[in-house]
T-cell receptor, first 111, second 114 residues
C-alpha cells in the first residue's frame, strides 16, 4: 500500500524563521511530488510541485526532493503568521493521476 | 491553472434525503475527482469521474450511495444519496489539467446532515 508520512505537528516557528516541513513516501515508482497549503475550512491550494531530484525555489518556498531516500521537503523562508496552515505532501506515481495524500503538518507561525 | 467552482457551498439536510453537488471547471481537464474530508482529517478519494461513462469508485464507496456524472470535460456532479449524519463532511471536486498536469481543488461543499 502506498503511504505518505508526515509529522502531524504542530510545528511552531517564530515569525521570520525558516519552517522545514518533511515528508517520506513508500512507493519507489513515485514521479510527481506536490505541496499544498490548506487553511482551516478552506480547500487545498497548490504551492509547488517538483519532479526531479534537487531543489526548486519559488519565492519564499523551496521544495527539495531526494528520490533515493524517498524524501521530499518544503522550506518556507521568512515565515509569516499568514503561513499558519496545514501543509499537505502529495505524491503521484508515474503513469497515474491518482495521488496519495499525507495527513498534513500543521504549521503555526507566531509573531 | 484551472479554476473550479462548486455549488452549493454549504447545505444542511435531513437524513434520508439526497443532495447533488455540481462542479464546473473553467477549462478542459484530463481528470476529475471527488473527495471527502472529515474535520481534522486528510482527503479521502471517493471516485474518479469519467467522461461519458461510469465513475471509478474507491474501496468503501459505491455508486448507489454516491452516483456521479460527468457529461463533458468540464462538468461533473456528485449526489450523496439517502443521507445519514455520518455523511456530514466537506466534499471537494478536483481536476487534473494543464501542461504540468497538476491537481486543483474546488472550494468545497460543506454538508451537515441532521
Amino acid at each position: 500500500q502506498k503511504e505518505v508520512e508526515q509529522n502531524s505537528g504542530p510545528l511552531s516557528v517564530p515569525e521570520g524563521a525558516i519552517a522545514s516541513l518533511n515528508c517520506t513516501y513508500s512507493d519507489r515508482g513515485s514521479q510527481s511530488f506536490f505541496w499544498y497549503r490548506q487553511y482551516s475550512g478552506k480547500s487545498p491550494e497548490l504551492i509547488m510541485f517538483i519532479y526531479s531530484n534537487g531543489d526548486k525555489e519559488d519565492g519564499r518556498f523551496t521544495a527539495q526532493l531526494n528520490k533515493a531516500s524517498q524524501y521530499v521537503s518544503l522550506l518556507i523562508r521568512d515565515s509569516q503568521p499568514s503561513d499558519s496552515a496545514t501543509y499537505l505532501c502529495v505524491v503521484r506515481a508515474g503513469g497515474s493521476y491518482i495521488p496519495t495524500f499525507g495527513r498534513g503538518t500543521s504549521l503555526i507561525v507566531h509573531p | 491553472s484551472a479554476v473550479i467552482s462548486q455549488k452549493p457551498s454549504r447545505d444542511i439536510c435531513q437524513r434520508g434525503t439526497s443532495l447533488t453537488i455540481q462542479c464546473q471547471v473553467d477549462s478542459q481537464v484530463t481528470m476529475m475527482f471527488w473527495y471527502r474530508q472529515q474535520p481534522g482529517q486528510s482527503l479521502t478519494l471517493i471516485a474518479t469521474a469519467n467522461q461519458g461513462s461510469e465513475a471509478t469508485y474507491e474501496s468503501g464507496f459505491v455508486i448507489d450511495k454516491f452516483p456521479i456524472s460527468r457529461p463533458n470535460l468540464t462538468f461533473s456532479t456528485l449526489t450523496v444519496s439517502n443521507m445519514s449524519p455520518e455523511d456530514s463532511s466537506i466534499y471537494l471536486c478536483s481536476a487534473v489539467g494543464g501542461q504540468s498536469e497538476t491537481q486543483y481543488f474546488g472550494p468545497g461543499t460543506r454538508l451537515l446532515v441532521l
